[in-house]
Structure formats: C-alpha cells, structure tokens
C-alpha cells in the first residue's frame, strides 16, 4: 500500500454517514482509502461501497473486498459512472477535498512549496492541462482572475504581469523559476504563505476543481435517497462556502424559492452546522488544521 497520511476527521465524517449495515454508499476521494476503510467497517455483508479517485496512484490502495468498487474517475461524473453499474440512488456520500498528503509528499508532482520540480499539478495524468501550460499560455488576463479568485491575491494583476513579462525571455517550466520571477512578491516572514496561495490558484485551475465539485454536489443530490446523507470536508474558503451555500439552499448564488407558505424549498437538513478537528487531532495531523466538515440529510 502507498504511503499515505490519517485520513482527516475520520469518526466524524463516517459518523455523519449514519451506515445503515445494507446501505450503498459513495467515497468519492478514495486516496489511501482510510474513509473507505471505516466504512467498511460498518457495513453488513449485504452493503456496498464504490469509490473515485482519479489519481492512478490511489489504484495502489485498493480494498480486496467483493463489497468494494474503486472507479478510477473524476467524481465531477458520479451519476454517469454509478449509472453504468446500476446504481440510481445511494445511502450515503463522503469527500474529502484538495490534495492527498500523499500528493503533497510526492516531490515531482508539483503540489508542494517544500520541492523543486516541473510544473505539473494534475491530480489525473490523463488531464491534458498541466501547470507549466498554465503559466505560460494564459494570457495576462486569464491570469489575473485565477489569482483573484482561486488564490484570493489582492496583488492578483502585478502576479499575472510579472509572469507575462517573465516569459518572453523563455519558457517558466519549473516550480524554481516560478519562485524566482515572483521573488518580489515573496518576503521572507510570508513566503510560505503567499506561495500557497499562488500554488492553490494554479492547481484550482489545472484540474477544474471549482467547477468539478459544483457538477458533484449537484449530482449528489439526484442521487441521494431521502433520510441519506452527505459529508464533506473542504480546506479552504472557497470550497468551503460552496458546500456550506448548496447544503443550506441547494444552489451556489441566490436564494431558493418559497412555497405557499412563505417557507425556503431546499433539499437537505444540515445536521451539522460545522465541525472542525479537535486541537490534539491537527498536532497529530498538520493537514487537519484547516479541515471543515458540513453533514447534510436529504429531504
């Protein structure tokens, strides 16, 4: 089995499952398997799992039980790839989102701010784009919104023209020379911080990953059976406030509609308003700091 690190907010997350011994239940961000394990765990001999992750390494961690079904595809395409094995509609729904540890430890992929190497970030070596592309083929304002949005970089529009500036004088194909073009930008008592947010943006936008968990929450709701739940854990504010907005009103922007009574149609019940690793869980798990976890029931 592939190295990879505890799984954040084990209990709670499987907990918010509530498994029922014969349910069907979904793990769509298998990695090391630690979610899908404790699930197992709880199911009868009668129950099922099926899990996704698109990262062929995850294919490493595969469970050797005739209840269990990894999918090796991105979860943005749920409902096609259940549908095929004919599932319509599940018990239960677990995401873990961002990168692995596992993905941040591996030095040549290039999530990580700790290694040199190429500019690559794709979570599935299938996907075409790649960082390197990214930073040399975007144009000054494409840019610029992905270091606004997805980095939230107030200094978005002088990050983009350095880096314009920057490859004239040839390709940027290395995390290294990254660093070197944007130095300026990059003090000493922040670095570390202000190069994650750069990185978060890059991978964001390489792997689509704003747009593939909008196609999966709203998949997640067709599929799930009412009384079934949903649990997912984000890592930064931007996934976090999409998840928090769909479970509340079961849509991105806006508000939902009343019915004759004045009150909100919605699709689920939140369970849980929020829940967040206890200060012993994140000294024993770093990755665990800035976990947040929203559990939703269908209505």
Known sequence: MTEYHNPVLLKETVDGLNIKPDGVYVDVTFGGGGHSREIMERLGPNGKLFAFDQDEDAQNNVIDDDRFMLIPENFRFIKRYLRFYGIKEVDGILGDLGV????FDVAERGFSTRFEADLDMRMSQKNEMNAARVINEYNEVELRKMFSEYGELRNAAALAGTIVSARKGGTITSTEQLKKVLGRFLPAH????ILAQIYQAIRIEVNQEIE????FLLQSEELLKPGGRLSVISYHSLEDRLVKRFVRNGMFE???????????EVPFKIIEKLIVPT???IAQNNRARSAKLRVAEKL
């Open 100 to 103: 692995s540890s596992h993905q």
């Open 190 to 193: 922040k670095s570390n911080k």
């Open 212 to 215: 593939a968990l909008k196609d």
């Open 254 to 264: 806006g508000e939902p509609e009343r019915d004759i009574f004045g009150n909100f």
């Open 279 to 281: 200060e012993e869980e």
